[in-house]
């Protein structure tokens, strides 16, 4: 039923000129609008929507993650933008808030409505066996 259809995720927002304005001047994504909806643009022809939802909660889980080449360059870049990075009790963070503990190294930040986003450090290639 779906073989042919190109799925896309999608969160919601509490003002969409406010995310917007995030989404496209602070984070540097290509963001579209048609029907009051965004759509943000991401490298590799990744598409997810964005909609406003009256009394919105944000989302207490990472809804997008953004893999980077350097970590510790994309947070002092996010940092100069005025993105604060999130400080959570349960994992030990470094001073720039990375966790580098497990897995790749990740730090967590918020958008204007408060749902969570992170960059997270890409794999980089791996040797032939």
């Given at each position: ?106 730090a967590w930040f918020t958008d204007p409505?408060?749902?969570v986003l992170s960059v997270l450090q ?8």
């Amino acid at each position: 039923m779906f073989t042919n259809t190109k799925a896309f995720s999608g969160f919601a927002v509490d003002d969409i000129e406010r995310a917007k304005d995030f989404y496209h001047r602070t984070l540097g994504l290509r963001v579209t609008e048609e029907y009051g909806l965004l759509t943000l643009h991401i490298t590799g022809g990744t598409e997810v929507l964005v909609y406003p939802k009256p009394g919105h909660t944000p989302a207490t889980f990472t809804i997008l993650n953004f893999p980077v080449d350097d970590i510790d360059r994309a947070v002092e870049e996010l940092t100069s933008r005025g993105i604060r990075f999130e400080r959570y009790e349960q994992f030990e963070q470094d001073e720039k808030g990375i966790f580098r503990q497990e897995g790749p190294p990740i730090a967590w930040f918020t958008d204007p409505a408060g749902n969570v986003l992170s960059v997270l450090q890409a794999a980089g290639p791996h040797p032939a066996p």
